[in-house]
């Protein structure tokens, strides 16, 4: 059985900085893609950044330059830095986990909400 949680969510100013982490446990391919997704109420769950256990990355247009991505393989744990955080950025933070083993695994966390507000 594979989990995946979430923390570091919570209220923060606009320019402020938070750090979220994601850690999975379970049987995990070493191969694989870890990210982190976002839901605005009303708007539908959007890519904010992804992490492959070989390091390449992928963000969003609109957090290019705020957020920043990085991850521990060997503890299967993505961290999301988020620099400059705006209003627009409120949302539930989601973390995902892909990857093959027997089947194709898509396995998502409960989510950690991150508020932006003065």
């Known amino acids: 059985q594979v989990q995946v949680v979430e923390s570091g969510g919570g209220l923060v100013q606009p320019g402020g900085s938070l750090r979220l982490s994601c850690v999975a446990t379970?049987?995990?391919?070493?191969?694989?893609?870890m990210a982190w997704y976002r839901q605005a109420p009303g708007n539908q769950r959007e890519l904010v950044a992804l992490?492959?256990?070989?390091?390449?990355?992928n963000y969003t247009d609109c957090v290019k330059g705020r957020f920043a991505v990085s991850r521990d393989n060997a503890k299967n744990t993505i961290y999301l830095q988020m620099n400059s955080l705006k209003p627009e950025d409120t949302a539930v933070y989601y973390c995902?986990?892909?990857?093959?083993?027997?089947?194709?695994?898509?396995?998502w966390g409960q989510g950690t909400l991150v508020t932006v507000s003065s």
């Open positions: 995902n986990i892909k990857f093959f083993l027997h089947s194709y695994r898509d396995i």
């Open positions: 379970g049987f995990i391919h070493s191969t694989n893609v």
């Open positions: 992490m492959t256990s070989g390091g390449r990355t």
